[in-house]
């Protein structure tokens, strides 16, 4: 189990890394400074996933494509999948949850990263930073208990997300693949 730390704590320091070469706030300076969320809040990494939020209501997709512009002229950037997630095209019914999306491969100092970025059209409270704190605040056999059910669990992080695992450990003591599959109701 000191394993599944070890990695998560490398994978930090990978993470640091990478955000330092992406430059986020040259490439982006006219929207609010970038704010790290997820798993490189919270410390609960299991491979190479970056989550960068922004808050810009101002945005525009020229902005945005030009902010890539600058992280591929800059280098590492091996791909990008930019989205206009604005109207009807947003994630999800509620207006407010409009944004621009970019979903980048990055090649980090000894692999590749897969970098969301997400720029919220709407100022409004989201929910990423507070539950980053209540992973922070959680019990390190629960830390644990998330580390190894992202390690073992064969759907995630594409079927099964984090959110899943860390609600499913945090608030119903879930602690093996077997009760987490049963409890996402597979």
């Known amino acids: 189990m000191t394993d599944l730390l070890a990695r998560a704590e490398a994978l930090q320091t990978e993470a640091r890394q990478v955000l330092r070469r992406l430059d986020l706030e040259v ?14 809040l919270s410390g609960l990494m299991a491979w190479r996933d970056l989550d960068v939020v922004f808050i810009a209501p101002s945005a525009t997709a020229d902005e945005v494509l030009a902010g890539l512009a600058k992280i591929a002229k800059a280098g ?33 100092a000894t692999a590749v990263w897969k970098v969301d970025l997400t720029f919220w059209l709407h100022p409004i409270a989201r929910p990423h930073v507070a539950d980053a704190d209540r992973l922070r605040a959680a019990t390190p056999e629960q830390k644990l208990a ?13 079927e099964v997300g984090g959110t899943d695992i860390y609600n499913a450990v945090l608030d119903h003591g879930i602690r093996s693949t077997a009760e987490l599959t049963a409890h996402l109701g597979g």
């Open 27 to 40: 490439a982006f300076p006219a929207f609010g400074p970038p704010q790290v969320v997820g798993s490189a």
């Open 76 to 108: 590492g950037l091996l791909a990008a999948d930019f989205r206009d997630e604005r109207g009807d095209r947003r994630p999800t019914p509620s207006p407010t949850d409009e944004r621009f999306y970019a979903v980048l491969r990055y090649e980090g």
């Open 146 to 158: 998330i580390l190894r059910l992202k390690d073992e669990h064969p759907g995630y992080p594409d």
